[in-house]
Nanobody, 125 residues
Framework: QVQLVESGGGLVQAGGSLRLSCAASGRTFSGNAMAWFRQAPGKEREFVASSWSGGNTYYAPSVKGRFTISRDNAENMVYLLLNSLKPEDTAVYYC???????????????????WGQGTQVTVSS
């Protein structure tokens, strides 16, 4: 059974940093697309960042330059480093994994087959 488990969320002041982790089990995702999404209260889930084969990454414009996605394929982990946090970054952050290795619409939640339960990030002003 495939599981994705996020950790690392918490309460941080504006301008601070957090590192989110996502541990995958049940299968290896070393060559597959993985991503982070987030959902704020009363809002729809939105794409944050993705990583896929060949070391490719893609970021939402709202986080580009502040967030960094990385992976440890040997440990079947994906990370999201959040820097220069803003109150509008407050949301539940979800890890997602796809069975696809080559992706075009990396921001599309429908291409991801597995999802974690989420970790809360709260940024105070």
């Amino acid at each position: 059974q495939v599981q994705l488990v996020e950790s690392g969320g918490g309460l941080v002041q504006a301008g601070g940093s957090l590192r989110l982790s996502c541990a995958a089990s049940g299968r290896t995702f070393s060559g597959n697309a993985m991503a982070w999404f987030r959902q704020a209260p009363g809002k729809e889930r939105e794409f944050v960042a993705s990583s896929w084969s060949g070391g490719n990454t893609y970021y939402a414009p709202s986080v580009k330059g502040r967030f960094t996605i990385s992976r440890d394929n040997a440990e079947n982990m994906v990370y999201l480093l959040l820097n220069s946090l803003k109150p509008e970054d407050t949301a539940v952050y979800y890890c997602a994994a796809s069975t696809l290795e080559v992706v075009v619409t990396t921001w599309d939640p429908d291409i991801y087959d597995y999802w974690g339960q989420g970790t809360q990030v709260t940024v105070s002003s």
